[in-house]
């Protein structure tokens, strides 16, 4: 126990009442301090205040609820020592790394010693939120100069650019395509049946007087084109069925 010598204030915690006096003395030899004594059964109803020792032994015991409190019981940067634990030492060892010591390691065949971190429990630290060194941040910042960007319409295609035929959008959910099934319950059937009677292709569509595509200003009455808006001579022109019959 050569490596506690300087620590002030000890508790030994004991099993075995027998040689407690010589065990005692050991520990006062040892580190050079007072030395407190407590049994191990007694342990939970103690009272000792927090950041109590500088080292506490522990002889022959297997504690599973009280390494916490042990914790608490020490100063910042205390001791714990174990000594002839019962149990395997990796068990062991992990129960007091899980209570919140560290260094936790095996100093001999039936010795054990962990640590109390350098702060108190439950302690706070104020946190600065100052403003930082401006070259500090100059870090994370991007320059554009040197960067050469990706011309966004160079990641597009011929294809990409081409509008879609609205005509071609809605497809039949069984078929998979523009065309309705047998059983159509859709309303595909009913849209293509109207497409097809109230639409017309006309693309030789000719003209009496010649100032069809001028627009209603210079049209006719009788004008199948009348209602329509202008348009450029040979442009492909779509009329309504009803417009190509007469009213006469």
Not at 48 to 62: H, R, T
Not at 167 to 187: D, E, I, Y
Request: glycine letters at 6%; hydrophobic letters at 35%.
């Amino acid at each position: 126990m050569e490596q506690f010598k300087g620590l002030q204030k000890s508790l030994y915690i004991w099993t075995d009442s027998a040689d407690l006096d010589k065990r005692v003395e050991q520990i006062k030899s040892a580190t050079g301090g007072e030395v407190a004594v407590e049994n191990v059964h007694r342990l939970s109803i103690s009272s000792y205040a927090n950041s109590s020792f500088d080292l506490i032994v522990i002889e022959c015991a297997q504690l599973t609820d009280n390494y916490v409190k042990l914790l608490h019981m020490l100063k910042p940067s205390g001791k714990l020592h174990l000594v002839s634990f019962i149990g395997p030492a990796g068990s062991l060892l992990q129960e007091v790394k899980l209570s919140g010591f560290i260094n936790c390691q095996e100093d001999a065949a039936d010795a054990l010693t962990a640590e109390k971190p350098g702060y108190e429990t439950g302690s706070s630290a104020r946190l600065s939120f100052a403003k930082k060194n401006a070259s500090a941040l100059n870090v994370w910042k991007i320059s554009g100069d040197d960067e050469e960007l990706i011309d966004e319409e160079d990641l597009l295609d011929e294809e990409d650019k081409q509008k879609p035929d609205p005509a071609g959008l809605r497809v039949c959910s069984t078929t998979g395509k523009r065309k309705a099934c047998k059983n159509c319950s859709c309303g595909l059937a009913e849209e293509l049946e109207t497409e097809k009677q109230s639409q017309v292709v006309t693309e030789n569509a000719k003209s009496s007087c010649g100032n069809c595509y001028l627009g209603d200003a210079f049209r006719c009455s009788t004008c199948p084109y009348l209602g329509m808006p202008a348009f450029k001579p040979g442009e492909k022109v779509q009329l309504a069925a009803n417009l190509l019959k007469s009213d006469i």
